[in-house]
Structures are given as structure tokens and as C-alpha cells.
DNA sequence: CCGCGAACATACCGACCGGTCGGTATGTCG
DNA sequence: CGACATACCGACCGGTCGGTATGTTCGCGG
């Protein structure tokens, strides 16, 4: 076995290339940025990545993928309740990047897709394939709120799940270009209204 | 004088940029590319524009601003009824860009907000200043909707305007990475059935 | 008819980019 | 201990970029 874990250079590689598309985006990115970062160099990176591309790609699957369970699905993943649990979502992240500072730089998700989807093959299927993934957790939740009756039995699931992921975008969109937290959050809450309106009148 | 007028030349690389810049991006939009399309050269280039920053604020100014106006605020400048015509508005460009295939390309508007905000002051004020006036074009329409009868009352026009404008930049985001216009008509309908929730019961 | 500046064109520059390549250090294995 | 593999290093390459310096054309006031 090498004196250091082969994993450890791998990913502070993954994770200095996540921050450094993240700020920048991909194209503008600089792989020497990057393995600057990691604290490696060229022939490290060329070593474990056939190249940029490959990189990229590396980072949507192994850093932001995981990224999106956390944030986004697990906490839905067995509520009958989702409502709420969507809500406190949205209000957690908005507020926890604007603590951060991170929200200046949008979703690191939404920034690959708006660049590379219309660029990179590659990159398009994997992000598309998250954003379903994605917008069918929030339907599944909608749905068994349905069936528990925390949710209108006349609510169209899918569209209010494609509203609501589609929502996520633009809200951090919005606070990206305005880089005022106050209307970011104002969004948030505009959807958390969107939201109130899916529950039975009965719990209203 | 030169074969072509001196404002064409002008106008011609300006709307060059505008398309190099929606296909590839400020930063990755080469200016040779530009120059080429407009049939023009660095040296006109360079005469006409201080350098490609300024050419990019030039193309916010001249080109986007004017776009979204004829698309988005004019549609709704006048009406007392805003739901139909802000849901006519919707179907009418979605169809339009799903025709033409502009829309892999997703929203000139939002392309540039989302890249050069973090990067670009000049680019940010620009765009959020123009952003601030379509919310603010949303959120009047719906007020004179009020006063009109055709807007419930207790609706909070600033939060609608605010989900309304940042659901355009998530409809047009999710065309660009799903590149299935279905998805894009069906993202489109979800926020046509909000805002028919806007409209007073008696109306519905 | 002349000069003069605006409106271009052409040739070129240095910087930086992604990617390559020869080499090395540190293992493992028979 | 020799043969080989993995992990990593860093100088270097071709190419493209935004930008510039200089030359040329041409309408137009005098």
C-alpha cells in the first residue's frame, strides 16, 4: 500500500474541482486552480481522471449527487407529512446559505446543468437523470400525503413536483443575481404559500 | 463611406454576441467567433466596444432589455384581467422556443444573470435591475387585476410576481437540461394552474 | 482639391489553457 | 533481489484567447 490512501488525494481532488466549478463554472474553471487547491498537481490529476471532462462528470456523480440525497430527499423520503417537511427544507437550506455566504454562487447542481447540458452529453443525462430522480421524491411524498390525508386528494402530484423542484431552481437563481437574501427568502416563502394551498381545506 | 453603415456594423456585431454569448456563454463566447459572424473584424470590434465586457453590457442594453420587454412586459402592460394573459403569454413563448429550438439554450436573460452575477457587478445591476422591473410589471398587473374584480383580494401580488418571474427562469431551466418539451409544457401548466388559483372563486 | 478624423482592416502579442511526457519514489510479488 | 505496478511530480507543448499597434479607406468641411 502507498504511503498515503489513494482515495485521499483522489477526493480532495473531486472536492477542490467541486468548489473551484462551483465559483467559476466548468469551462471557466482552471485545473491548475484546482490542483492548487487539492494541494496535488498535474500528473495527480491526469492520474486518476482521463481529463477534464471526466472530472466533471466525477463530480456530479461522487459530490453532487450525494449533496442532493442529503439536502433534498432523504428528509421527504418516508414523511406522510410532506407539506411541512418541504417547507422546513426550503427554509433550512435558504437560510443556511445565506448564513454561508454560498447562495452569492447559486446551486451547484442548477449552475453544471444551465452550462454544460446544451454542451456536454455527458453532463446532461447525469443531471437530468438527478432532477427526475428528484422531482419524483416529491411526488411520492405528495402522493402517500394523499393517502394519508395530509395532502388535497385532487392535487395533481406530478405537476406540483416539477413545480416545486423547478421553483428550487429559480429561488436560487433569484438570490444568485439579486444577492439579497431578503427576496431570496421571499421567494421561498411565496412557494411555501404555493405549498399551504396543497393541503385539505379541512386542515387549513 | 464604407460599404455598410457604420450603425449596422454596430448592430451587427452586437447581435452576433447576442447569439454567441446565448449559445456558448459570456466567458467561453470567443470574440473571434463574433467578429466572424458578423462578417466584421477585431479592429471594428474594438472601435465600436472598449472590450468584451463592455460589448457584454452593451448586449443587456440593447438586446435583452428590448427582448424582454416585447415578450414579457408589454403582454401585460395595460391588462385588468393579467391571469389569462400572463398564462397566454407562458404557452405562447414555450410553444414558440420549442418550435424554433431556441430553447435548449434555455432564457438569454437568465443564462447571463446566473454566470456573470457573481463575477461581474456591471452585469449583475444590469440584470437585476432588469428583473426588479418584470416582478414589478407582474406584481402591478395582478394589483390593477384586484381593483378589476379579476384578481382575488387577499392575494399577495408581490409574492405571485416574485413566483411568477422566478418560474420562468425554472420552466426555461428545465427545458435547457431535460431538453423534453414535454417536461418544459407540463412545468409550464403547473404555474398556469397557480395563477388560476389567483382568480376570485366566483370567476372559477 | 486637400487634409483630417471616423470607420474599419491586418498583423501580431503575451497570457493562460488543457493536456502530455519523461522521470521518480514507493510499494508489491515471485 | 529483480521485475513490475501504482501514485505522483513538474517542465513543457500546441493552441486559443482577449487585446493592441499600425495601416488603409473614405466621407466631408474648408
Redesign the pocket.
Known sequence: ??????T???DALLHAAFAEFFRHGF?????????GAA?????????????????GHAVVDEVVAPLLATRWLDPIADTDDPVPALQASFRRWIAEDAGSGHWVHGCPMNNLAQEMSPLDEGFRTRLDALYARWRAAVADALARGQRAGSVRADADVRAAATLVVLAQQGIWGTGKYSQDPTLMSQAGEALCAYLDALRPTTAR
Open positions: 500500500m502507498p504511503a498515503t490512501a489513494p485521499t488525494t483522489r469551462q471557466a474553471g482552471s485545473l491548475s486552480a484546482v490542483v494541494g496535488a498537481t498535474k500528473g495527480a490529476l491526469f492520474h486518476h481522471f482521463a481529463g477534464k471532462q471526466a472530472l
